[in-house]
């Protein structure tokens, strides 16, 4: 199985970029999936979540209302669409599956979820002027 993520690059401030979580081996459709960032020396960041149907979303509070997740699961694609990007946006961006522990909506509590088996390499965003 593999999980490749692809379309990050360099952005000035304000600009968009859309990542992809293209999945090969594996049925993405049956997982939930979540996308991570991990700037240089920092701790790595849950981003954004996923459930398997595409009809329930989460963020982080530092990229609601600019980034939107979605997915086509025909496709075995997730996707990570990136609107005015800031600096502080600047890491590798990873996708991969989650197991989630929550009840109801989705959770960015950590409490609240597992990594899951299945992770890729990660793609660069770098927003700079």
């Known amino acids: 199985f593999q999980l490749q993520a692809s379309g990050g690059g360099l952005v000035q401030p304000g600009g968009s970029l859309r990542l992809s979580c293209v999945a090969s081996g594996v049925t993405l459709g049956y997982y939930t999936v979540g996308w991570f960032r991990q700037a240089r020396g920092k701790e790595r960041e849950a981003v954004s979540f996923i459930m398997s149907a595409g009809r329930e979303t989460a963020y982080s509070d530092s990229v609601k209302g600019r980034f939107t997740i979605s997915r086509d699961n025909a496709k075995n694609t997730v996707y990570l669409q990136m609107n005015s990007l800031q600096p502080e946006d600047t890491a590798v961006y990873y996708c991969?599956?989650?197991?989630?522990?929550?009840?109801?909506?989705?959770?960015?509590?950590?409490?609240?979820?597992?990594?899951?088996?299945?992770w890729g390499q990660g793609t660069q965003v770098t927003v700079s002027s």
């Open positions: 991969g599956t989650i197991i989630p522990l929550w009840v109801g909506p989705p959770s960015m509590n950590p409490k609240d979820y597992r990594m899951g088996d299945y």
